[in-house]
């Protein structure tokens, strides 16, 4: 079965699952973000991006859609083998969103605090 992966040094989870959102506060303007991936043959892909209003640095790209105060994009990014995270007390924590639930990502990795944590494709024990 595959799934995500999260690791520091070493794995702390497995979640059976193909897509996730990945949502996050900037710790200066304080504005939600947004990024939907999707998991195909191994790599991770960024399907649409949100970002909830806009600020200093903060600028939605050209192409961004305002809907309901939300600007929606599609980024044009490659196909990622991993997505590194920094993972500090200092700024305020990813969430992993499932089917419209969200969890902090600290959760789902406890006992790795303050150290970098990377997601990645995997496949779990069937």
Request: net charge neutral.
């Amino acid at each position: 079965m595959s799934g995500l992966c999260i690791a520091a040094a070493s794995l702390l989870a497995f979640l059976p699952l193909q897509s996730f959102t990945l949502a996050w506060t900037h710790s200066i303007e304080k504005i939600r973000w947004e990024e939907d991936w999707h998991i195909e043959l191994g790599l991770l892909y960024l399907v649409e991006a949100r970002i909830r209003g806009s600020g200093a640095g903060m600028e939605p790209p050209q192409g961004a859609i305002l809907d309901n105060g939300v600007w929606r994009y599609a980024p044009r990014l490659a196909p990622q083998k991993s997505l590194r995270l920094a993972n500090s007390t200092f700024t305020s924590g990813y969430e992993l969103c499932v089917g419209g639930r969200c969890r902090p990502l600290a959760e789902l990795a406890s006992g790795a605090e303050n150290v970098p944590l990377e997601l990645y494709a995997c496949e779990g024990k069937k």
